[in-house]
């Protein structure tokens, strides 16, 4: 069983709709969530990080975990054409190693 | 400017022909990491160093060396490249060791081995 499990994906939504980007892990040890944002052609960039259970709002961005599940979720509001990108959800341990996700790739139409 | 810089970005080669590609970074980052990326598989962890002349093993080590002799540089050593080494590279530095330390990715090194 992979450690980290993201639904693939592709994601087509219109301009202005709500996006939910989900994975799901193995370990119930893991504390650290994070969600990296990466364009074509470029390195991963990080968006946002959560620790342990609850939300984390950032502008449009929310991300979600919960704990009981070992499910986390980025929510996008009002997404706009520029969010279009692979997202990746990661997740750090012990420390020093890193788990991502295969991403999802999401396309927000005009 | 604060950043990760890779090079080649891209490199087509022959299997068995040695080769490295260099990562440096600019931000006095104590940890810095390789991972490949392959689609439908994300981004796996090759080798990471929590300092210099530390460095460990990731998810998928074999067939890779590193080094890290200084702070800065953090080289990926293939020493003979086989063609399931064709994959998007990534280096990336962190400053610490803190759960939520951002990781920083440099730009990609496109291998190809025939």
């Known amino acids: 069983q992979k450690e980290v499990e993201q639904d693939p994906g592709p994601l087509s939504v219109p301009e202005g709709a709500i996006v939910s980007l989900n994975c799901t892990y193995s370990n119930s040890a893991f504390q650290y969530f994070m969600w990296y944002r990466q364009y074509s052609r470029k390195g991963p960039e990080l968006l946002m990080y959560?620790?342990?259970?609850g939300n984390k709002e950032d502008g449009r961005f929310t991300a979600q975990v919960d704990k009981s599940s070992k499910y986390i979720s980025l929510f996008i509001r009002d997404s706009q054409p520029s969010d279009s990108a692979t997202y990746l959800c990661?997740?750090?341990?012990?420390?020093?190693?890193?788990?991502f996700g295969s991403g999802t790739k999401l396309n927000v139409k005009p | 400017e604060a950043q990760v810089t890779q090079n080649p970005r891209y490199l087509i080669t022959v299997t068995g022909k040695k080769l490295t590609v260099t990562c440096s970074q600019n931000?006095?980052?104590?940890?810095m990491s390789w991972y490949r990326q392959d689609p439908g598989l994300g981004l796996r962890q090759i080798y990471y160093?929590?300092?210099?002349?530390?460095?460990d093993k990731g998810d998928v080590p074999e067939g890779y060396k590193v080094s890290r002799k200084e702070k800065r540089n953090f080289p990926l050593i293939l020493e003979s490249p086989s063609p399931n080494q064709t994959s998007l590279y990534f280096c990336a530095s962190r400053p610490g060791l803190a759960g939520g330390d951002t990781q920083y990715f440099g730009p990609g090194t496109r291998l190809t081995v025939l």
């Open positions: 990661a997740i750090p341990f012990n420390f020093n190693k890193f788990y």
């Open positions: 160093s929590m300092n210099v002349e530390v460095t």
């Open positions: 959560t620790y342990s259970s």
């Open positions: 931000m006095n980052h104590e940890y």
